[in-house]
């Protein structure tokens, strides 16, 4: 069993950045891969990033390649997500998730992921 907590999140300006932490518990923090979802209002959930197990590759959606960077520190079970360049289309609540990398290689739906964080708004004003 995995819990996942983010902080980090809150309002800025478009252009501006914030960076979200996600910790979780379990002592085998670097057998999950761990990722980072959104969802606006009204919107589906949608995959953001994520970063595979101890190997630790990145896979980003589109839409915020080369804005966001995730990254993870397996001796303190934290992941991060690094937002810069924010838009008020990144406005959303952002999930942690995290998966074993046993059961998938490289997840990137949400229906992939075992556990998630209770979300942390970000919102980007014009």
């Known amino acids: 069993q995995v819990q996942l907590v983010e902080s980090g999140g809150g309002l800025v300006q478009a252009g501006g950045s914030l960076r979200l932490s996600c910790a979780a518990s379990?002592?085998?923090?670097?057998?999950?891969?761990m990722g980072w979802f959104r969802q606006a209002p009204g919107k589906e959930r949608e995959f953001v990033a994520v970063i595979r197990g101890s190997a630790g590759t990145t896979y980003y959606a589109d839409s915020v390649k080369d804005r966001f960077t995730i990254s993870r520190d397996n001796a303190k079970n934290m992941v991060y997500l690094q937002m810069n360049s924010l838009k008020p289309e990144d406005t959303a609540v952002y999930y942690c998730?995290?998966?074993?990398?046993?059961?998938?290689?490289?997840?990137?739906?949400?229906?992939?992921?075992?556990?998630w964080g209770q979300g942390t708004q970000v919102t980007v004003s014009s």
């Open positions: 379990g002592r085998t923090f670097s057998s999950y891969h």
């Open positions: 998730a995290a998966v074993r990398t046993v059961s998938v290689f490289s997840p990137r739906r949400d229906n992939e992921y075992d556990y």
